[in-house]
């Protein structure tokens, strides 16, 4: 591989043409929003087998391996230098820290309780979208985010019967750090292909993610199950590559804003898959807040910025 250089960068602004699908970008960011509402499962399955910093540790290597290895096949040049800070930061907040301190909090917490963390994510990304590349949604859209954040919030915590645990720490920083890697994952999909943007950042955590691995595997027992083999296979395969792929796609086709609002509907989706896989159960509030919800997200795609 060679780094691409400046010449090279105009035309790989033409790669991401979903910008002019924008049907297509609501698709895409949609199958991104499906495959992470089944992260928190898929982690309580792996923590089964794999200890915490086991678990992040080898779904970080499976997946940059998988990524590594589509790079080489395709014979993807490296990125311009001046990209791989946002790589970093795409890195340190998709592929390590949300996993990382997701995991720790799911520890002691239900995945319900957990749920909240995505019901916040979305305004959390359109505000650091606001910040970092100076979108400006309109106010309709900002009232709606709102309500939309509310009635997740509102639900999620009923579900977890209104404690708050010692994990809230872990979620709130989680929140904070993915809504990061999300804005500039969603900016560097607009110069470069969306699933390049997190096939280099899982490679660029590659170095750190390997030694991490060993020391992990070599003081947390690991006990290779049905169900911490699927978990783990899903959160490398499916959370941490092919869904960000589609994600990012889709931010960049429909913006990082109205993309982010997606993921109102990821809570609810993880309670869902929680009662399949997990056995958990939910009230009679799931269809009313679903509802509420999908009439957010309706306003939020229809609002113009």
Same mark, same amino acid.
């Given at each position: ?17 979903? #910008? ?32 915490p910093?086991?678990?992040?540790a ?10 590594g ?16 800070? $946002? ?9 390590? #820290?949300?996993?990382l301190?997701?995991?720790?909090? *799911?520890?002691?917490?239900?995945? !319900? ?5 995505? #019901? ?10 606001a ?25 999620t915590?009923q579900?977890? $019967? ?7 720490a ?5 929140? *904070?750090v993915?809504?990061? $890697?999300?804005?500039? #994952? $969603? ?12 096939g ?52 960049a ?5 109205k993309?982010?609002q997606?993921?109102? !509907?990821?809570?609810? *989706? ?12 939910l ?23």
């Amino acid at each position: 591989m060679r780094a691409q250089s400046s010449a090279t960068a105009t035309p790989a602004i033409a790669v991401t043409t979903d #910008g002019e699908r924008p049907g297509l970008g609501v698709l895409q960011a949609a199958l991104g929003v499906t495959a992470f509402s089944l992260t928190f499962p898929a982690t309580a399955w792996g923590l089964e087998g794999f200890g915490p910093w086991s678990l992040v540790a080898v779904r970080s290597v499976l997946a940059a391996l998988i990524a590594g290895a589509c790079l080489l096949v395709l014979r993807v040049p490296l990125p311009d230098r001046r990209h791989w800070a $946002g790589l970093a930061v795409v890195g340190a907040g998709v592929v390590l #820290g949300f996993p990382l301190l997701t995991t720790l909090a *799911l520890r002691t917490s239900t995945t !319900a309780h957990a749920a909240v963390v995505v #019901g916040l994510l979305p305004l959390t990304t359109a505000l650091l979208s606001a910040l970092r590349v100076g979108t400006r949604p309109s106010r309709t859209f900002w009232i709606a985010a709102l309500a939309g954040a509310a009635a997740v919030v509102a639900f999620t915590v009923q579900q977890s $019967g209104g404690a708050l645990t010692t994990a809230d720490a872990f979620l709130f920083a989680a929140l *904070l750090v993915c809504a990061a $890697g999300y804005t500039e #994952g $969603g900016r560097l999909a607009r110069i470069m292909p969306g699933w390049q943007v997190i096939g280099w950042a899982l490679v660029l955590c590659l170095p750190l993610a390997v030694p991490l691995t060993a020391v992990a595997l070599a003081y947390e027992p690991v006990e290779l199950t049905a169900h911490s083999v699927t978990g783990v296979l899903w959160l490398a395969a499916g959370s941490q590559f092919l869904g960000l792929v589609v994600w990012y796609r889709g931010m960049a086709a429909i913006g990082i804003p109205k993309a982010s609002q997606l993921q109102l !509907a990821q809570p609810l *989706l993880t309670l869902v898959w929680s009662v399949l896989l997990l056995g958990e159960h939910l009230t009679v509030a799931a269809p009313l807040t679903a509802a509420a919800v999908l009439v957010c997200i309706a306003v939020t795609q229809r609002a113009r910025g």
